[in-house]
């Protein structure tokens, strides 16, 4: 876990002050696992270590872009399988594009850079089994909001960081005026 937080705060990853996040909520820290990701040594390592947490009868890795790209598909080549993404259609829908397919009872791994809330995993295992897939196991580099499972089955995660998450009403930083920023892939 060290190791992990090391390469984190190394990479400046974690960074401080006044964020929206995806869900809409806002936080006092946000998790920048592309900072980390961009070195290529450190992407290899990471997605080592998450491919050492899940069983070993995975047939294909799925993430969701944009952050998961790249931790995913180090994640299938440790594992030595195939990787493909998914991604947001114009009404904001998890879709398959790119001539990626899901076979029929593929035993499915998803793999994120951080999970928050849990919403785009749940987004892409509706869209994996929609596709017939089996959901074998969940893993992510950061669990930021200390989510233990996700329609029933286990998060596997290297490192869990517990920031302060507001609602947008009840955020002392709004109230302070303290200006926001939204650091996200995602347009909410």
Excluded: W
């Excluded at 295992?125 to 996700?150: A, F, M, Q, T």
Aim: net charge neutral.
């Amino acid at each position: 876990m060290n190791k992990i937080m090391d390469m984190l705060k190394e990479s400046d990853a974690i960074l401080e002050g006044h964020f929206k996040l995806s869900s809409g909520k806002h936080s006092d820290k946000y998790i920048q696992c592309a900072s980390v990701l961009k070195n290529p040594k450190n992407a290899e390592i990471l997605g080592q270590e998450i491919a050492k947490k899940l069983p070993e009868n995975i047939d294909l890795v799925v993430s969701p872009a944009m952050g998961g790209v790249i931790i995913g598909h180090e994640v299938a080549k440790a594992l030595g399988v195939e990787f493909i993404f998914t991604e947001r259609d114009e009404k904001g829908q998890m879709i398959l594009k790119r001539n990626f397919n899901i076979e029929k009872n593929a035993k499915v791994a998803i793999i994120e850079d951080v999970i928050t809330t849990g919403k785009s995993t749940k987004e892409v295992i509706d869209l994996v089994e929609k596709n017939y897939g089996i959901i074998n196991s969940l893993g992510c580099i950061v669990n930021r909001g200390n989510i233990e499972e996700i329609k029933d089955v286990g998060v596997n995660y290297l490192l869990s960081i517990n920031p302060k998450i507001y609602t947008p009403e009840e955020c002392p930083l709004c109230k302070n005026r303290v200006d926001i920023t939204k650091p996200g892939s995602r347009n909410i």
